[in-house]
C-alpha cells in the first residue's frame, strides 16, 4: 500500500524502503514529532482533514480498495500523525490498512481529533464546530454529513469491541489487563458523552446544507 501512495504521489505517509538484513520491513523516517489527545486549533484540525482525504483520494479505486470506496487507515488518531511546525503532515502505523469507507476514517477522527468528555475540554458546541470544520476540510460528500454521527459512535462501539477481546485471552499482551479495562471504559464514556450531545454535534453538522 506504501508503494501505491508513493506511485500516486501521497507524501503524507512513509515510503516503505523494502527489507533489512534480518527480514524486517524498513520505512522512510519523518522528521517532526507524534502527539497525544490534546486540544487542536481549527487551523490544525483543518489540516488533518485535508490530509486524511489526500489519502483516501490516493487509493480510490485500487485494486488494494477491494469492493470499498477507499483504502482506510483505521487509526488515524494524534497519536500517528507526525506534526511538522505545529502542522499534521504525515500519517504513519498503517498496521490496521484495509479496504473501507470514507465515514469510517472521518468519525474516528472526528472523535480523537475534536471530541472529549473530559470536564476540562471545551463545551460541546466548540467541540461541534471542530468535527464541522474537519468535515469540511475533508470535502465530505453532503448527502454523508448526516451520517457523521453515527460514524463517531460506530467507531466508538468498534474501540469497545476491539478492547474487549483482549479480555478473553489469558494475557493481553498489548497492555496490562487493567489498561485494558480503562480503554474500554474510556471509549464507553465518550459515546455516552457524543450520544447524550447528538443534537449539537447534528446541528453544527446541518448548517448552512
Ligand atoms: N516513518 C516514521 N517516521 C518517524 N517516526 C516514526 C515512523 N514510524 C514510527 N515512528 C515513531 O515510532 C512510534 C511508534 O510507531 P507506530 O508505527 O505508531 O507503532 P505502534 O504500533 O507502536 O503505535 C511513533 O509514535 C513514532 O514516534
Ligand atoms: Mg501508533
Known sequence: ??????????????????LDDLGRDTFTFIEG???????WADAQVAAAGRLLRGFHDATRGSALAADRSVVCHHDPGPNNTIFQ?????????FDMAAPGEPLEDV??????????????APEAERQASQVR?????????????????DAIL????????????????????????????????????ERRYVSA?????????????
Open 1 to 18: 500500500m506504501l508503494a501505491l501512495l508513493e506511485v500516486r504521489g501521497f507524501e503524507g505517509a512513509p515510503r516503505h524502503l523494502g
Open 154 to 189: 460506530d467507531r466508538q462501539a468498534r474501540n469497545v469491541e476491539f478492547w474487549r477481546r483482549f479480555l478473553d485471552l489469558p494475557c493481553p499482551g498489548v497492555a496490562s489487563r487493567e489498561q485494558v479495562e480503562s480503554r474500554i471504559e474510556w471509549s464507553q464514556l
Open 33 to 39: 514529532s507524534v502527539r497525544g489527545f490534546e486540544r
Open 133 to 149: 470544520l474537519l468535515v469540511d476540510a475533508y470535502g465530505l460528500d453532503a448527502d454523508l454529513r448526516s451520517d457523521v454521527v
Open 107 to 120: 468519525g474516528y477522527m472526528a472523535w480523537t481529533w475534536c471530541v472529549s468528555s473530559k470536564q476540562s
Open 197 to 209: 450531545n447528538r443534537p449539537v454535534f447534528e446541528a453544527a453538522l446541518s448548517h448552512g446544507h
Open 85 to 93: 511546525d505545529e502542522e499534521p503532515i504525515a500519517f504513519i502505523d
